[in-house]
């Protein structure tokens, strides 16, 4: 919907489809990617791993994260793979928290593949001090040893003491899937994360976007903390590969926006 809104407002005849690969098939598809008349593409789990092994050479942003979502082709025909994910991130901050990159501090909810993206964000954006907070701690401070000095991985045990000294809280972690022994009523207020250990200068961000307020964010908003959601991150980060594929670098407007939520608000 994001790219074929822009291929309209250009003009191009050029097309965005969705194809369903099986694992265990996406080498052939991505080495077959051209003479099947791709321009380039994303890809999304689980072949972001596969995509980083077939692109011949990466960008920077995709050597640190260990991932690439955007595939395109040079002149010379060699496939490149990027990663998109912490450029959308920025510029959605940009967009929707201006300031936010003053940030001494972060703290990082989840040490997934998303925070990797985050995480090489928020360095390559000057923040001097990233803390990943993580339910396996080991899995945290491997991620924050992959990022070297500035970044330190911990439990959840120590979750509100880095919440103290957070400039900027960002959620990674997806929403977990409803319990269907649950028989709490729809109208019941929903338990929220606790941020009242957060500063009260403290930026929210979730790059979760369904829904669009996350309960991370509904708490953020009854502290009255300034907070963004993580729509614009899909949003923006869509950019770079419609200008590597078409030649024509977008922008992300309100409209388009409007239009996802209403997609989003459907259900379907």
């Given at each position: 919907?994001?790219?074929?809104?822009?291929?309209?407002?250009?003009?191009?005849?050029?097309?965005?489809?969705?194809?369903?690969?099986?694992?265990?098939?996406i080498?052939?598809?991505l080495?077959s990617?051209?003479?099947?008349?791709?321009?380039?593409?994303?890809?999304?789990?689980?072949?972001?791993?596969?995509?980083?092994?077939?692109?011949?050479?990466?960008?920077?942003?995709?050597?640190?994260?260990?991932?690439?979502?955007?595939?395109?082709?040079?002149?010379?025909g060699?496939?490149?793979?990027?990663?998109?994910?912490?450029?959308?991130?920025?510029?959605n901050?940009?967009?929707?928290?201006?300031?936010?990159?003053d940030?001494?501090?972060?703290?990082?909810?989840?040490?997934?593949?998303?925070?990797?993206?985050?995480?090489?964000a928020?360095?390559?954006?000057?923040?001097?001090?990233?803390?990943?907070?993580?339910?396996?701690?080991?899995?945290?401070?491997?991620?924050?040893?992959?990022?070297?000095?500035?970044?330190?991985?911990?439990?959840?045990?120590?979750?509100?003491?880095?919440?103290?000294?957070?400039?900027?809280?960002?959620?990674?972690?997806?929403?977990?899937?409803?319990?269907?022994?649950?028989e709490?009523?729809?109208?019941?207020?929903?338990?929220?994360?606790?941020?009242?250990?957060?500063?009260?200068?403290?930026?929210v961000?979730?790059?979760?976007?369904?829904?669009?307020?996350?309960?991370?964010?509904?708490?953020?908003?009854?502290?009255?903390?300034?907070?963004?959601?993580?729509?614009?991150?899909?949003?923006?980060?869509?950019?770079?590969?419609?200008?590597?594929?078409?030649?024509?670098?977008?922008?992300?407007?309100?409209?388009?926006?409007?239009?996802?939520?209403?997609?989003?608000?459907?259900?379907?």
């Amino acid at each position: 919907m994001i790219h074929q809104s822009w291929l309209a407002e250009f003009g191009l005849a050029g097309s965005y489809s969705r194809v369903g690969v099986p694992p265990e098939e996406i080498a052939e598809f991505l080495k077959s990617l051209r003479k099947n008349g791709f321009v380039g593409g994303n890809v999304t789990i689980p072949h972001k791993l596969a995509a980083f092994a077939a692109a011949t050479r990466r960008d920077a942003a995709a050597e640190a994260i260990g991932a690439v979502n955007t595939l395109w082709f040079e002149k010379s025909g060699r496939l490149v793979g990027g990663n998109t994910d912490a450029y959308g991130f920025a510029a959605n901050l940009d967009e929707r928290l201006p300031g936010w990159a003053d940030a001494e501090t972060a703290v990082v909810l989840g040490a997934g593949g998303a925070a990797r993206a985050v995480i090489f964000a928020l360095l390559k954006r000057g923040v001097k001090s990233v803390r990943i907070v993580n339910r396996t701690l080991e899995r945290a401070e491997e991620l924050a040893a992959r990022f070297g000095p500035g970044v330190s991985g911990h439990g959840e045990a120590e979750r509100e003491a880095q919440l103290k000294a957070a400039d900027l809280l960002v959620n990674t972690v997806p929403i977990p899937a409803s319990d269907p022994d649950d028989e709490t009523p729809d109208w019941f207020a929903p338990k929220l994360p606790d941020l009242a250990a957060l500063p009260d200068h403290a930026l929210v961000t979730d790059i979760v976007y369904v829904p669009l307020k996350t309960p991370i964010l509904q708490a953020a908003e009854a502290r009255g903390l300034r907070h963004a959601d993580g729509l614009g991150m899909l949003l923006h980060q869509a950019v770079p590969g419609f200008e590597r594929w078409f030649g024509r670098r977008p922008a992300v407007g309100e409209a388009l926006r409007a239009k996802i939520i209403r997609d989003i608000d459907s259900g379907v």
